[in-house]
């Protein structure tokens, strides 16, 4: 049986050179700012604001509850989390009607909440939402 041959210092010096990288992967999945995660999201109704603040065929972003609401052309309210099911980071950016994750670049359609671009795969979570007295009600338990 030959012997093994020993690791050279150039394998050595890679595989220590790959273990901080390594390490950063994991950070570079968190949120910049130590971003948020799914448990930021609505866990009961939460007013949001006015409902005129949303026009037929736009979309508000909410960043304080992690919540965007559009409204379609017919003039229905959605709402969806906007913790990005990716890697959990806050979505923070909306240009139109599209929201865009700090972490990667997913991109997500706000009016249906379906992915337009990855890495994330998954559509947001849909939240309930109604109008109450003129205001925006979102969260488990509004409609």
Do not use: W
Not at 60 to 82: E, I, P, W
């Amino acid at each position: 049986m030959p012997a093994r041959p020993s690791a050279s210092r150039r394998t050595v010096l890679r595989g220590a050179a790959v273990t901080p990288i390594a390490g950063l992967g994991i950070a570079a999945c968190s949120a910049p700012g130590g971003g948020t995660t799914a448990d930021a999201t609505p866990t009961a109704p939460v007013e949001l604001g006015a409902e005129s603040e949303v026009a037929k065929g736009s979309a508000k972003l909410y960043r304080d509850h992690n919540v965007v609401v559009s409204r379609d052309a017919q003039g229905t309210l959605k709402a969806y989390s906007t913790v990005c099911t990716h890697a959990g980071c806050a979505i923070n950016k909306l240009q139109g009607t599209t929201l865009i994750c700090p972490c990667h670049g997913s991109e997500f359609d706000a009016l249906t909440g379906k992915v337009v671009q990855s890495p994330a795969t998954v559509p947001l979570n849909e939240l309930p939402v109604k109008a109450t007295d003129g205001k925006i009600v979102a969260g488990p338990g509004a409609a």
